[in-house]
């Protein structure tokens, strides 16, 4: 296509393009917007080296014309000016996320990096969004998903989004390392599975946290498993003696963090029991154990009979913190289990939350698309028999709209030579395409969406950190009202155009669809 625009002359002109999704995804009403900073670092690093000309060369016909090459090997995007919303801001459909000005080959050329760095990244970040929602804000939630992620690059940008989008830590090292994410994680089964007995242990020693005195772990909490049998109710024979093992293993190599998988053999037979024996075992030496994770079985039912049993020990002993040891549980877990669990009731303090975050697997793809807007200062018009893929022409700005409550009332698309909207003043507001849909607003507060983030071949916004966009994100989502995020039946959030945008899209709109003609 590039060099269909290079061959008839069309190249240089100057185009202008919008970045936008059509509709919200996970049948919700709201869309978390993210991968900006990508884009922008991809726009300030674009050019073709020797190497990928020469593979152009052999992909393109021989009739090719070399002065096409020469063009390629001196293409930049100095002459691109990128606007876009805030990353972490919350989006709506048909309001361009990106808007980029000019030359037409230049700008066709950045479509399909532009669209894969902003499809799943926006996507897996309202995904993440949802499960904060669901979970409620005093849950942990973990990302657990390198393991089923599509590829490592998309293990890493799941745990970047998963961030942003409002997840307290992750399983990848690497993500730790590069984005400065906190790092989370258990032991496997595997581990507790290596251990047959308590024999096996070469190193049971432990020295207490202020360094004054060495127990035996092992010993110890062998002690405890039997001391613990009445109070919590168990035969300390049914009991895994190599579940046992593996705990003191663990906990020897991490006092600080002993947090258990439990569920091994049996989680109240074996390892809760088990997990227990430790804990007092470690509690003797100055150490407090953190918790223990649920990969199995009826999580709601199972964190509560483990909550109670943490509360008998802590009542028994005196020991307040006990009882809020921390319960970790896993497990295939989505969104609905979690509505499902708050239903029933649980006592989970953190999940960990691994394929249904990561792969999306409720709704792969966003479908964002990338639509010429205007070329050589001229609208231009997409059609369709579908009303929602009717495209709006032309440049436009965008601001949202907010009401006394604080609450965001409507996103709202006007031309860049209409007077900008101003807080307590009237403005109408229309349906893009429905006429009868139209109401006044007077809005408490308004804010421009676009910012100019790149020109001349540069970024010129600060670009601000993960943190800073995650907390961008979280005040976003405040200010939309909760039954546009509830996941039932959510109330769709409205994106309207001014009248004299209405006018203009219906003009262009009759101007070129074809009038049929009856016989």
Not at 313 to 324: G, L, Q, V
Not at 473 to 487: F, G, N, V, Y
Request: glycine share 6%; hydrophobic share 40%; aromatic share 10%.
């Amino acid at each position: 296509m590039a060099y269909a625009y290079w061959k008839s002359g069309k190249h240089n002109e100057p185009a202008v393009f919008d970045l936008l999704f059509r509709k919200n995804p996970f049948q919700g009403e709201f869309t978390v917007f993210a991968g900006l900073e990508e884009c922008l670092k991809f726009l300030r690093n674009f050019h073709y080296s020797s190497a990928d000309i020469d593979y152009i060369r052999r992909v393109l016909p021989e009739t090719t014309e070399e002065a096409f090459y020469d063009y390629l090997a001196n293409l930049d995007t100095k002459d691109v000016t990128v606007y876009a919303i805030d990353e972490g801001m919350v989006v709506f459909p048909k309001v361009p996320l990106i808007r980029l000005e000019g030359p037409l080959s230049v700008v066709q050329i950045l479509e399909t990096t532009l669209l894969n760095l902003v499809n799943y990244a926006s996507l897996v970040a309202t995904n993440a969004a949802r499960f904060r929602l669901a979970a409620g804000p005093d849950k942990i939630l973990l990302e657990f998903g390198l393991r089923r992620a599509q590829g490592p690059d998309g293990g890493l940008s799941a745990s970047r989004y998963c961030y942003i989008g409002g997840f307290d830590g992750t399983s990848n090292l690497l993500a730790g390392k590069l984005f400065g994410i906190p790092v989370k994680g258990t032991h496997a089964h595997a581990f507790v599975n290596s251990y047959n007995s308590l024999e096996e242990l070469t190193n049971k020693e432990l020295r207490s946290k202020d360094g004054t005195k060495t127990l035996d772990l092992a010993i110890e909490s062998v002690k405890w498993r039997d001391k613990l049998a009445p109070i919590l109710t168990y035969l300390p024979s049914e009991a895994s003696a190599g579940e046992l093992a593996a705990f003191v293993s663990y906990a020897i190599a991490f006092p600080s963090g002993f947090l258990c998988l439990v569920d091994t053999y049996d989680v109240l037979k074996s390892g809760i029991p088990n997990f227990c024996a430790v804990a007092m075992a470690l509690n003797e030496l100055g150490y407090r154990a953190t918790g223990i994770r649920l990969d199995s079985g009826d999580l709601a039912y199972l964190s509560v009979r483990v909550r109670h049993m943490f509360e008998r020990i802590a009542t028994e002993y005196d020991i307040p913190w006990f009882c809020k040891l921390m319960i970790v549980a896993s497990n295939d877990i989505n969104e609905d289990t979690i509505h499902s669990l708050n239903h029933q009731g649980h006592s989970i303090d953190s999940f960990g939350i691994g394929t249904h975050l990561v792969t999306c697997q409720k709704q792969p793809a966003l479908g964002c698309v990338y639509k010429l807007a205007e070329v050589n200062h001229q609208p231009r018009i997409k059609l369709s028999e579908d009303i929602d893929k009717i495209t709006m022409p032309g440049r436009k700005d965008a601001y949202r709209l907010y009401g006394t409550d604080g609450n965001a009332l409507v996103d709202l698309l006007l031309k860049p030579d209409e007077p900008p909207v101003a807080k307590g003043k009237r403005v109408l507001c229309r349906h893009p395409y429905q006429e009868a849909k139209r109401a006044y607003v007077i809005p408490a507060k308004v804010e421009a969406l676009y910012k100019c983030y790149f020109k001349d071949g540069e970024i010129c916004q600060t670009l601000p950190s993960l943190d800073e966009i995650r907390s961008r994100m979280q005040e976003s989502l405040m200010t939309i009202r909760m039954d546009h995020k509830r996941a039932l039946n959510p109330t769709p959030y409205k994106v309207s155009v001014t009248d004299q945008l209405y006018s203009f899209i219906h003009d262009l709109w009759l101007a070129n669809a074809p009038i049929g003609e009856l016989s």
